[in-house]
């Protein structure tokens, strides 16, 4: 059994930044794929960004693209989101995951993911 553990998330003016870490336990990180998903009250669960195993491929969701970025560190056994230049639209609650594929692919269907965190609240204000 894999758990995963999200953290960095608070609440930030719009422009600023916050980095979202997600730390899994059990299992072995560098065989997963991993992704960040969001959800905004009365909206569906939406994939935000997706890295490979290798951290070669990564994936990003057109509202999220050029302002943030994942990144994920085998050695360590984490992954990160920086989230820059955020917006109220931004505001939902933050989800790591993590499935898996081939070395280099991206898993960009919630499917596909196997193991979910917990959550944290991301909250931007106008």
């Known amino acids: 059994q894999v758990h995963m553990v999200e953290s960095g998330g608070g609440l930030v003016q719009a422009g600023g930044s916050l980095r979202l870490s997600c730390v899994p336990s059990?299992?072995?990180?560098?065989?997963?794929?991993m992704g960040w998903f969001r959800q905004a009250p009365g909206k569906e669960r939406e994939l935000v960004a997706a890295?490979?195993?290798?951290?070669?491929?990564?994936y990003y969701a057109d509202s999220v693209k050029a302002r943030f970025t994942i990144s994920r560190d085998n050695a360590e056994n984490t992954m990160l989101l920086q989230m820059d230049s955020l917006k109220p639209e931004d505001t939902a609650v933050y989800y790591c995951?993590?499935?898996?594929?081939?070395?280099?692919?991206?898993?960009?269907?919630?499917?596909?993911?196997?193991?979910w965190g917990q959550g944290t609240q991301v909250t931007v204000s106008s």
């Open positions: 995951a993590a499935g898996v594929t081939g070395v280099h692919t991206v898993v960009v269907v919630d499917t596909g993911y196997y193991y």
């Open positions: 890295i490979s195993r290798s951290g070669i491929s990564t």
């Open positions: 059990g299992g072995t990180f560098s065989t997963y794929a």
